[in-house]
C-alpha cells in the first residue's frame, strides 16, 4: 500500500492534484483497494470515475451493496468540489444524500460523475449520478462539503 502523505497534495490546485492522478503521477487514493474506482478525467467543477463492484461487494442477497454505490458518489461528489478548489484548502463532506434507481450487479461496469453546483468560501454543494454505458441511471447523489484550510491552525 503506498503511503499517502498529505503533502503529495499540499502544493497542488485541487483540478492539478487530480489530473496528475489520472496521468499517473500522484497515487490514487487508498480507498481504492476496498472500493474500486478510479478517476478517468476531470475538469473544472467536475470528475469522472469508472468503478466495477465485485464479489467482495456483494450483500446477503446478492446484489451490489448501496455503501458500494455510497462510497464511490461520495468520491465523485467531493472531488468534483475539489476540483474549483486552490492550493492548500480541501474538502469534507458534511452531508450526502443518495437515491438509488436500480440495483447494481457485481461486474457492472460503470461511471460515476460528479459536478459541482455552487461554491462558497466555506461550503461546496456537488451532485453525482451512476451510469452504465448506455446511459442507464442507478443512482444519484448530492452533497455539501465543508471546505477546509489544508493546515487548521492548533
Partial sequence: ????????WRHLGGLQFFLEVIEGRQPQAPMDESVP????????????FRTCADLRHRNPFGTVHGGFVATVLDAATACAVHTRLPRGRLATTIDFQM?????VSIGDELEAEGRVINLSRRLG???ATLKDEAGKLYAHATATCMILESDPPA
Fill in 125 to 127: 454543494v456537488a451532485e
Fill in 37 to 48: 474506482f478510479r478517476p478517468v478525467a476531470a475538469g473544472e467543477g467536475w470528475i469522472r
Fill in 99 to 103: 437515491k438509488l434507481m436500480r440495483p
Fill in 1 to 8: 500500500m503506498t503511503d499517502h502523505n498529505r503533502s503529495e
